[in-house]
């Protein structure tokens, strides 16, 4: 156990820890995101429950000193290719407070910089703090990009637009992997995004971010009958993605569109279509984030309905070599 300046905490390796002294913390946390996200928590907290359950989840618990000390939250990270990844981060509302969840983050930073070969460090953690206020640690290596989570009621009816006749839009399959990488490379070149996520700055990259969330549910589980393609001839010129975060309630996990096709409505025609297809669902409403600084984006989809549920930040920490 390693003491944490300025609280009454200790910091737990995470692997040294039984899942029943996190249970509650968990808990907690499937109730907050559904409170104040509409999103349901429970495959997310059942993964971590799985790793921390075997002792392979890297990160550490904050817990007050003394014989099983009670948990206050946790922090896990992962480590790829020479980047490092705060996965999530949670305090229970009794201990929370800005020293508290810098300490915990703290935690997780200085076992990342440790890691021989990490470079780069991203996270984005939603149930952070007041992030517009928030002093993270290690401020000099620092990026930070507010980010906003949007949510619309699936009420409205939005007309259809009229694409080019060269442009078909089809329904979205896995076999398309590989050409949407492609297009997510392509459609973030240049873009604030690829700051924040350096996936988007690859096709490779961009593969792989597709695999977590078709694959894995920290973006909900992946809903195919909403996620659509848009071709050119043979060529995919865009594509939206979207997934269940609840059981009434969607979140769009990606819309691009290939530059040389943006500006004609193929982005919100997506939108719509993806839209559409939850609420035949039975979803009463979708969310999605968005970058504070991707205006056209944030235009598009406060037309379509999308209001803020909270505002966060994307951080990103690159130390000098």
Same mark, same amino acid.
């Given at each position: 156990?390693?003491?944490?300046?300025?609280?009454?905490?200790?910091?737990?390796?995470?692997?040294?820890?039984?899942?029943?002294?996190?249970?509650?913390?968990?808990?907690?946390?499937?109730?907050?995101?559904?409170?104040?996200?509409?999103?349901?928590?429970?495959?997310?907290?059942?993964?971590?429950?799985?790793?921390?359950?075997?002792?392979?989840?890297?990160?550490?618990?904050?817990?007050?000193?003394?014989?099983?000390?009670?948990?206050?939250?946790?922090?896990?990270?992962?480590?790829?290719?020479?980047?490092?990844?705060?996965? &999530?981060?949670?305090?229970?509302?009794? /201990? %929370? *407070?800005?020293?508290?969840? !810098?300490?915990? +983050?703290?935690?997780?930073?200085?076992?990342?910089?440790?890691?021989?070969?990490?470079?780069?460090?991203?996270?984005?953690?939603?149930?952070?703090?007041?992030?517009?206020?928030?002093?993270?640690?290690?401020?000099?290596?620092?990026?930070?990009?507010?980010?906003?989570?949007?949510?619309?009621?699936?009420?409205?009816?939005?007309?259809?637009?009229?694409?080019?006749?060269?442009?078909?839009?089809?329904?979205?399959?896995?076999?398309?992997?590989?050409?949407?990488?492609?297009?997510?490379?392509?459609?973030?070149?240049?873009?604030? &995004?690829?700051?924040?996520?350096?996936? /988007? %700055? *690859?096709?490779?990259?961009? !593969?792989?971010? +597709?695999?977590?969330?078709?694959?894995?549910?920290?973006?909900?589980?992946?809903?195919?009958?909403?996620?659509?393609?848009?071709?050119?001839?043979?060529?995919?010129?865009?594509?939206?993605?979207?997934?269940?975060?609840?059981?009434?309630?969607?979140?769009?996990?990606?819309?691009?569109?290939?530059?040389?096709?943006?500006?004609?409505?193929?982005?919100?025609?997506?939108?719509?279509?993806?839209?559409?297809?939850?609420?035949?669902?039975?979803?009463?409403?979708?969310?999605?984030?968005?970058?504070?600084?991707?205006?056209?984006?944030?235009?598009?989809?406060?037309?379509?309905?999308?209001?803020?549920?909270?505002?966060?930040?994307?951080?990103?920490?690159?130390?000098?070599?």
């Amino acid at each position: 156990m390693a003491a944490l300046a300025d609280t009454p905490f200790l910091a737990v390796d995470l692997r040294s820890l039984e899942l029943e002294r996190l249970t509650p913390v968990l808990n907690e946390q499937i109730e907050t995101w559904k409170a104040e996200l509409d999103w349901d928590f429970t495959q997310s907290a059942s993964l971590v429950r799985r790793f921390v359950q075997i002792h392979a989840l890297t990160g550490n618990a904050l817990v007050l000193p003394g014989y099983r000390g009670e948990v206050a939250g946790y922090s896990y990270y992962v480590c790829e290719e020479g980047k490092g990844l705060v996965g &999530d981060l949670y305090l229970r509302h009794a /201990y %929370r *407070s800005e020293g508290t969840e !810098r300490a915990l +983050l703290q935690a997780s930073l200085d076992a990342l910089f440790q890691t021989p070969g990490v470079r780069r460090v991203e996270s984005q953690l939603l149930m952070l703090g007041d992030s517009q206020r928030y002093q993270v640690p290690y401020q000099t290596w620092l990026k930070s990009f507010p980010r906003l989570f949007l949510e619309s009621p699936l009420s409205a009816v939005f007309p259809a637009r009229r694409l080019p006749s060269s442009i078909s839009v089809v329904p979205w399959t896995g076999m398309l992997q590989e050409a949407t990488g492609r297009l997510i490379a392509g459609s973030y070149r240049n873009h604030i &995004d690829s700051e924040i996520n350096d996936q /988007y %700055r *690859s096709a490779i990259g961009a !593969r792989r971010f +597709l695999t977590n969330i078709v694959q894995y549910p920290g973006c909900g589980s992946f809903f195919a009958p909403a996620s659509f393609a848009a071709f050119t001839g043979d060529a995919l010129c865009g594509a939206s993605l979207a997934s269940l975060v609840a059981a009434d309630v969607g979140h769009v996990t990606q819309v691009c569109v290939a530059p040389s096709y943006q500006g004609i409505g193929l982005g919100y025609e997506l939108m719509r279509r993806s839209m559409e297809a939850l609420a035949r669902h039975g979803c009463r409403a979708v969310s999605l984030t968005v970058t504070v600084a991707n205006e056209a984006a944030l235009g598009l989809y406060r037309n379509m309905g999308f209001a803020p549920r909270r505002a966060f930040n994307a951080y990103v920490w690159e130390p000098e070599s």
